[in-house]
């Protein structure tokens, strides 16, 4: 995805015309992204995949009456090496795990700073992922569900998240594990959403904390 030397390639999902142009006049303003095409609704934004095989979907969670929550699978599949980062007006964090589940890398809400939706194109495209902390805090709430939060991990998920605290980019896990950059993907987004953690910081801090790596603890 876009790399050092060219920019993200971005195509915007959205049913309000004066929200595309929003988002493009913010991605104009960075040279490292590039909108490439731009939908105004799910069979639009299939084709648009299709034609210009994005680096990163900016999607729209209701477009035309209807969720594209369903659709993030599909689109995955329609261009494998786009990462899909959901953009909405939902707050609840029911919606981000739906869409975590589904294959997104990234969820963002329509009430965050300008910034936190660059932040995330540039995270889903460096292979990582990106949880709007507003919802991030909501999905785990309390000291004591936080510290427990680590028992809810799978094995698979606890050793993923021990090899991101290690510095492996998801590429390097993947063949590590001799498992699908997906399923890396899958498995990082689960970790994601159960720890309610947005930066790979956060991920790297927690396994240190909770005695993934290292001796610390």
Sequence with gaps: MGGNSEPTRVVIADDHAVVRRGLRALFDGHSD???????CDVTETFGSVREHRPDVLLLDLHMGGRSSLTDITGLREASDTTAVVVLTMQTDPMFAREALLAGAAGFVTKQAPD??????????????TYLDPAVGVGAVTGSGAAAAAVHELTSRETEV??????????????ESLHVGLRTVETHRAHIQQKLGL????????????????GNER
């Design 33 to 39: 992204v590039r909108v490439v095409g731009e939908a």
């Design 115 to 128: 910034e936190a939706v660059i932040e995330a194109v540039r995270a889903v495209a460096g292979g990582g």
């Design 161 to 174: 998240l021990r090899l991101i605290a290690l510095g492996h980019t998801n590429p390097e896990i993947a």
């Design 198 to 213: 947005a930066k790979r910081a956060d991920l790297v801090r927690y396994a240190l904390d909770h005695g993934l790596v």
